[in-house]
């Protein structure tokens, strides 16, 4: 896991921002079932404010630094299961 505070990394593996795809109403049902069903939503730290709108992705890299599992999120709540990537990198 890797907390980059000055999104070097997260520029470096192409992810940006979009209102369109944070706000968008799928994503705003999801949060409000949480809600609805008595759910905490996670705490989002300070320094993370800045940009609710950020992006995120998931990457898996090998020993010498080379992305073996890389995939960068629709949304959100757009994640790929474990056995996706667990089964992916196995073939790397």
Known sequence: MLLDAERVVYQAFGLGSSISKVMKFKVMLHYSEILVMN??????????????????????????????????????????????????????
């Open 39 to 92: 759910r905490q939503l996670p705490d989002v730290p300070p320094q993370f404010i800045e940009d609710l709108f950020q992006m995120g992705g998931d990457f898996v890299l090998d020993q010498g630094g080379k992305a073996i599992f890389s995939y960068r999120c629709r949304s959100p709540v757009d994640r790929p299961s474990v056995p996706q990537i667990l089964s992916f990198s196995a073939h790397s």
